[in-house]
């Protein structure tokens, strides 16, 4: 697909689905308030709106290599995820933060197999310095399962979990879900079966 194909699905889109729903489109256009945000991977064969059947609206959507988010830091720099988490939380206020990983993910892959090792900026260091998120999970996950097929699984299941770690270390995060104004969630969606399984407790469980 190119941007010309794009245009021809706007055209289509324009013709038929806003045509339909006008009357939601104008209440859109007044503001949103999305109850759930989700935390997803850039990968572009896990939209969340595809896979949850969402309309336009009802999620907050941030997504990212490996669906990461970094932990509090307040160090001047320019943090896309922390920022989109703080507007959703504290402006929007949503009641529910889902992170969402997925199988075959190649951020996954490249930190488990260290194949960006020692890149530079624009030769995959940027990718590389990023998915260092996950190099302590990563040593855990090695030992257990290797590099294969299983290590990519257990890398992918822990990576939702660190991401639900370092959500608890903002503190407007902490606050909310201490007081039980916000939930924090977990989940794995696996392309080639379609199964969405959900954490509970420490496992994941299918959905």
Same mark, same amino acid.
């Given at each position: ?21 006008? &009357?939601?489109?104008?209440? *859109?256009?007044? $503001? ?5 945000? =989700?935390? %997803? @991977? ?50 929007? &206020?949503?009641?529910?933060? *889902?992170?969402? $990983? ?5 951020? =996954?892959? %490249? @930190? ?96």
């Amino acid at each position: 697909m190119h941007f010309s194909d794009l245009k021809e699905g706007y055209y289509r889109f324009r013709g038929t689905e806003w045509q339909q729903e006008r &009357e939601r489109w104008s209440e *859109l256009a007044t $503001g949103q308030s999305p109850k759930v945000m =989700v935390i %997803a @991977c850039s990968d572009s064969r896990v939209d969340p709106a595809t896979i949850f059947g969402a309309r336009p609206g009802e999620i907050f959507v941030v997504r990212n290599v490996a669906n990461l988010v970094p932990p509090f830091e307040d160090d001047g720099g320019r943090h896309g995820v922390s920022a989109a988490l703080e507007f959703a939380v504290t402006k929007l &206020e949503v009641e529910e933060v *889902l992170v969402l $990983g997925h199988g075959a993910c190649g951020g =996954v892959n %490249a @930190c488990l197999t260290q194949s960006l090792a020692n890149t530079k900026p624009g030769e995959g260091g940027f990718v590389a310095h990023w998915i260092d998120l996950l190099d302590d999970a990563r040593e855990k996950v090695v030992a257990e399962h290797g590099t294969g097929p299983e290590g990519q699984k257990a890398l992918e299941q822990e990576g939702v979990k660190v991401s639900l770690q370092n959500l608890m270390t903002f503190p407007f995060v902490k606050e909310r879900v201490e007081a039980g104004k916000l939930k924090l969630h977990g989940a794995v969606f696996a392309i080639e079966d379609g199964r969405l399984r959900v954490l509970e407790g420490d496992t994941f469980e299918n959905a």
